[in-house]
């Protein structure tokens, strides 16, 4: 592989905008959702501590929403630049699905976003409940969307081809493919346990650091229990996606598990070092049959190996660490989840071993790292085709040479750098700011409008 490779370029410095974009829809698809969470709270409790919280991750989800709009449009322009024949032969079915995206989710998070932000006391606390509600219905509206056109691409439905050109025959088809369902609950799962340990983790260094308030101890302990929910959840959705790429995309899962060669009582292997070039493992270490019982559930269930298409069938080492990154950190998920709730349940919050809540910290992060790992097994699984079946990525690539490539994507990479740093930096700046004296000022008034709880409720000075 020629590293100037202008197709190799182009691939990477795409690959890197998604990367830094999708980072920022993670969160704030299920971040919408909490928000109304710590809204409703508050409305059904009157309780301060709850809109405490809202004022802190209100302000981070604005943040996150603009990050993302604003890499989204780079690397929509990248389309034009780097992928011409992508739109060029597929523009049929993929520009109505992304003008559908910012015709309804777009415009319904950026209309009512400001009522989130700015409307504590000059709407009624029922039309600032509404807008959180929206907000975070368009937050999952823009996710559907998307998810509909990328699981188009991996099963592509419902087109014909005219001169080698798509036109959409059933749109129907088109948005319901035969993987668009798992993919997109898949997606919303890893968004909210992507939230949910990022609340829990910044909730547990507030706690640490200085203890936190009551605000601090509700949304730690929420975090906690949802992600100690939806995990389960996740591994069983999961499972469900695998089966259905299996039958789709049969290729992708053999390079997921390395597996050469269509046989039965197929082992699942834990570590290897896969050898592309003599087409085997080394250093393997397995656990006889479990590949067959977890994708056939069965051990003597035959797996589809990559022999059968060798010359077709995506990269095997990026796939197999993939997907074992994303599964262990899954795990660690689940252990750390499960291990806090289980002590907050029985002992409360402020009997959190340091030991658990350093470990809440050190995952802050974690759903970021496992949706990437996920979105390079699905992204990198695909090749070489870019609409499967349909378009091979060389065949869309455009005549932009590789120094240009090289030289921009050394400046996305700065750029991305100093903003992601900049971003993290920003929210626990946020985080340390949020936790205000109980005589201090409000950061903003609450929410009033002359019914229910707020009504009662008054801003201290």
Same mark, same amino acid.
């Given at each position: 592989?020629?590293?100037?490779?202008?197709?190799?370029?182009?691939?990477?410095?795409?690959?890197?905008?998604?990367?830094?974009?999708?980072?920022?829809?993670?969160?704030?698809?299920?971040?919408?959702?909490?928000?109304?969470?710590?809204?409703?709270?508050?409305?059904?409790?009157?309780?301060?501590?709850?809109?405490? &919280?809202?004022?802190?991750?209100?302000?981070?989800?604005?943040?996150?929403?603009?990050?993302?709009?604003?890499?989204?449009?780079?690397?929509?322009?990248?389309?034009?630049?780097?992928?011409?024949?992508?739109?060029?032969?597929?523009?049929?079915?993929?520009?109505?699905?992304?003008?559908?995206?910012?015709?309804?989710?777009?415009?319904?998070?950026?209309?009512?976003?400001?009522?989130?932000?700015?409307?504590?006391?000059?709407?009624?606390?029922?039309?600032?409940?509404? &807008?959180?509600?929206?907000?975070?219905?368009?937050?999952?509206?823009?996710?559907?969307?998307?998810? &509909?056109?990328?699981?188009?691409?991996?099963?592509?439905?419902?087109?014909?081809?005219?001169?080698?050109?798509?036109?959409?025959?059933?749109?129907?088809?088109?948005?319901?493919?035969?993987?668009?369902?798992?993919?997109?609950?898949?997606?919303?799962?890893?968004?909210?346990?992507?939230?949910?340990?990022?609340?829990?983790?910044?909730?547990?260094?507030?706690?640490?650091?200085?203890?936190?308030?009551?605000?601090?101890?509700?949304?730690?302990?929420?975090?906690?229990?949802?992600?100690?929910?939806?995990?389960?959840?996740?591994?069983?959705?999961?499972?469900?996606?695998?089966?259905?790429?299996?039958?789709?995309?049969?290729?992708?899962?053999?390079?997921?598990? &390395?597996?050469?060669?269509?046989?039965?009582?197929?082992?699942?292997?834990?570590?290897?070092?896969?050898?592309?070039?003599?087409?085997?493992?080394?250093?393997?270490?397995?656990?006889?049959?479990?590949?067959?019982?977890?994708?056939?559930?069965?051990?003597?269930?035959?797996?589809?190996?990559?022999?059968?298409?060798?010359?077709?069938?995506?990269?095997?080492?990026?796939?197999?660490?993939?997907?074992?990154?994303?599964?262990?950190?899954?795990?660690?998920?689940?252990?750390?989840?499960?291990?806090?709730?289980?002590?907050?349940?029985?002992?409360?919050?402020?009997?959190?071993?340091?030991?658990?809540?350093?470990?809440?910290?050190?995952?802050?992060?974690?759903?970021?790292?496992?949706?990437?790992?996920?979105?390079?097994?699905?992204?990198?699984?695909?090749?070489?085709?870019?609409?499967?079946?349909?378009?091979?990525?060389?065949?869309?690539?455009?005549?932009?040479g590789a120094g240009m490539v090289a030289s921009s994507l050394a400046l996305y990479l700065i750029v991305y750098v100093v903003l992601l740093a900049a971003y993290i930096a920003v929210l626990y700046r946020l985080a340390k700011l949020g936790k205000a004296a109980p005589e201090a000022k409000p950061m903003f008034p609450l929410p009033g409008g002359g019914e229910g709880p707020a009504e009662a409720l008054e801003v201290k000075s």
């Open positions: 592989m020629d590293a100037f490779d202008p197709l190799i370029l182009a691939r990477i410095q795409f690959a890197a905008n998604i990367s830094f974009h999708i980072l920022f829809p993670t969160i704030t698809i299920a971040l919408g959702w909490a928000l109304l969470g710590f809204k409703l709270a508050y409305n059904r409790t009157g309780n301060d501590a709850w809109m405490d &919280a809202y004022r802190l991750w209100v302000k981070i989800f604005a943040l996150s929403f603009a990050m993302g709009v604003v890499s989204g449009i780079t690397m929509s322009f990248q389309f034009g630049t780097n992928w011409p024949g992508y739109m060029e032969r597929v523009g049929n079915v993929a520009g109505p699905l992304l003008a559908y995206e910012v015709l309804t989710a777009f415009f319904l998070e950026a209309v009512f976003l400001g009522i989130m932000l700015f409307g504590f006391r000059r709407v009624p606390n029922w039309v600032h409940t509404m &807008a959180t509600c929206l907000v975070a219905g368009g937050t999952t509206l823009s996710a559907f969307w998307i998810i &509909a056109l990328n699981s188009w691409m991996q099963t592509p439905a419902g087109f014909e081809l005219r001169d080698g050109i798509v036109h959409a025959t059933d749109w129907w088809a088109i948005i319901f493919n035969p993987s668009m369902p798992y993919r997109l609950m898949h997606m919303l799962l890893a968004s909210a346990l992507t939230v949910s340990f990022l609340i829990a983790g910044m909730s547990a260094w507030r706690w640490l650091k200085d203890g936190g308030g009551e605000g601090v101890r509700r949304t730690l302990k929420a975090a906690v229990y949802a992600a100690a929910l939806l995990i389960p959840v996740q591994i069983f959705v999961g499972d469900m996606h695998g089966l259905n790429t299996l039958e789709h995309q049969p290729q992708k899962v053999a390079a997921m598990e &390395a597996n050469w060669e269509t046989r039965s009582h197929v082992p699942l292997v834990l570590f290897a070092i896969p050898d592309e070039k003599a087409r085997t493992n080394h250093l393997e270490i397995a656990v006889p049959s479990g590949a067959s019982l977890i994708l056939k559930h069965e051990a003597a269930g035959v797996v589809p190996g990559l022999n059968d298409y060798e010359g077709n069938h995506p990269p095997v080492g990026p796939l197999f660490w993939g997907f074992r990154i994303m599964v262990g950190i899954g795990m660690l998920m689940l252990l750390t989840s499960w291990a806090a709730s289980w002590t907050i349940g029985r002992r409360g919050v402020d009997a959190l071993p340091r030991w658990l809540a350093r470990a809440l910290v050190a995952m802050t992060f974690s759903g970021w790292l496992a949706t990437l790992a996920g979105w390079y097994v699905t992204e990198i699984g695909r090749q070489p085709w870019l609409v499967t079946g349909v378009l091979k990525t060389a065949d869309a690539v455009g005549p932009v």
